[in-house]
């Protein structure tokens, strides 16, 4: 069965970094596109990266272009998400998913992780 366990986040304060990780099993990690999406408190869900075509291609939400990094580890079966400069605002609980494919996920996802909360605060 699928499964994604998310861990690394929690408190820091404005400026300063995080480095999430999405530990995978259950399907064939690198055949399958990996995005990462958040929900902050009281919002909805907001996509925050993609990572796909054989991890050619990555694309970030405007509100974290260029502070915030996707890779992964095809070996370890982990997806990571680098945050630096963080600000208030990227406060949210964040989750690693699995996409239908291999290509642009396109918002499309077939599995979830339980979470993982950064809070950014003073």
């Known amino acids: 069965q699928v499964q994604l366990v998310e861990s690394g986040g929690g408190l820091v304060q404005p400026g300063g970094s995080l480095r999430l990780s999405c530990a995978a099993s259950?399907?064939?990690?690198?055949?399958?596109?990996m995005s990462w999406v958040r929900q902050a408190p009281g919002k909805g869900l907001e996509w925050v990266s993609d990572?796909?075509?054989?991890?050619?291609?990555?694309l970030y939400a405007d509100s974290v272009q260029g502070r915030f990094t996707i890779s992964r580890d095809i070996g370890k079966n982990t997806l990571y998400l680098q945050m630096n400069s963080l600000k208030p605002e990227d406060t949210a609980v964040y989750y690693c998913?699995?996409?239908?494919?291999?290509?642009?996920?396109?918002?499309?996802?077939?599995?979830w992780g339980q979470g993982t909360q950064v809070t950014v605060s003073s």
């Open positions: 998913t699995k996409a239908l494919g291999s290509t642009w996920p396109r918002g499309e996802y077939d599995a």
């Open positions: 259950g399907f064939t990690f690198s055949s399958y596109s």
């Open positions: 990572i796909y075509n054989a991890d050619l291609n990555t």
